[in-house]
């Protein structure tokens, strides 16, 4: 296990690391530089979201139809939506998360003289073979579960998929744009967490088990959920992506994997509103459960580096250790 842990230290993710890097003064300027670059950044990226969106939809049903869509700033109960209502909040956040993602993260790039690619791998090009996989792989997994979940408890599994139009055709591009948003969305976090959060604070910390635990404590705090329980499963998930991130040189399996985490959610338990989630009884069995995800989100990375057929495929030919 030490020498595991010696080598995810010397990650190749982390090798470009510089003197400007551990520049303190840099690193307290970035956050509020950043902030401020996210905010205008994310505003653009949310209005552009809106323009798109309100494009397709009155070209396809007219400008009372695309008007319509604002309702969801008005009626957040879940029952209230359409699927075309569910996916106009799905784009708008979308497009606010990844335009302040890349926002904060060119800001700090500016800082630290780096390129933006710089906190997405270790230099090489975009490995998306490494998000397809992800997607899939974890995706089906999710599937799974939640099902296997319904019918060990008995309770009736009522997929979102299923409700949000009466054919084929309207589910399947339902799925097939929330998949792609959800991508995007994810990409943002896993810019600004696993990529520039990462790489500054391994600036000043190696040791990658305390990597993990403040990337997953600050993912989970950032969320600013009331429960506990989600708190930890978001703190499993934040440490298991560092994992993937530092073991696979980049972020693009940890896109993927967060991904189908949420595509999971989005299309089989609950659609994507606007209304808070309610305060509930912690049990003491969400702490194995969190435990469990950890483990599976580690047993992904290290699936992908040991099976040669998929190291192959998705370009991990080279060691993942500088």
Excluded: C
């Excluded at 490494?130 to 019918?151: E, K, N, P, T």
């Amino acid at each position: 296990m030490s020498a595991l842990l010696e080598t995810v230290r010397r990650s190749r993710f982390l090798a470009d690391l510089s003197p400007l890097d551990r520049d303190l003064g840099r690193t307290a300027l970035v956050v509020p530089v950043g902030i401020l670059t996210g905010a205008v950044t994310g505003l653009l990226g949310a209005l552009a979201a809106i323009l798109a969106f309100m494009l397709v939809v009155g070209g396809l049903d007219g400008a009372a139809a695309a008007g319509a869509l604002f309702d969801v700033f008005s009626t957040t109960e879940a029952g209230d939506l359409t699927g075309r209502q569910s996916l106009f909040i799905l784009a708008v956040l979308a497009g606010l998360n990844l335009g302040a993602a890349v926002g904060f993260v060119m800001a700090s790039g500016a800082i630290h003289k780096r390129q933006v690619s710089g906190y997405v791998n270790d230099g090489q090009p975009l490995r998306w073979r490494l998000v397809v996989g992800g997607l899939v792989l974890v995706g089906v997994v999710m599937a799974v579960i939640i099902s296997g979940v319904a019918v060990v408890s008995g309770r009736p599994l009522d997929p979102v998929i299923l409700r949000v139009s009466p054919n084929l055709v309207g589910r399947s591009l339902y799925a097939l744009i929330a998949i792609g948003l959800l991508i995007l969305a994810s990409a943002a976090e896993e810019l600004l967490f696993r990529g520039w959060l990462l790489k500054q604070s391994a600036a000043y910390i190696r040791n990658p088990i305390a990597l993990m635990v403040l990337n997953g404590v600050l993912f989970a705090a950032i969320h600013l959920d009331p429960n506990l329980d989600a708190f930890l499963f978001r703190a499993a998930m934040g440490a298991g992506l560092t994992w993937m991130a530092l073991r696979l040189g980049g972020v693009e399996l940890g896109v993927g994997v967060h991904a189908a985490n949420n595509v999971a959610i989005v299309l089989l338990l609950r659609p994507i509103t606007l209304q808070p989630d309610a305060p509930r009884e912690f049990h003491i069995g969400i702490v194995a459960s969190a435990v469990v995800m950890l483990a599976g989100f580690v047993g992904v990375a290290e699936l992908w580096m040991r099976w040669p057929a998929l190291r192959r495929w998705t370009g991990l030919s080279a060691p993942a250790a500088a």
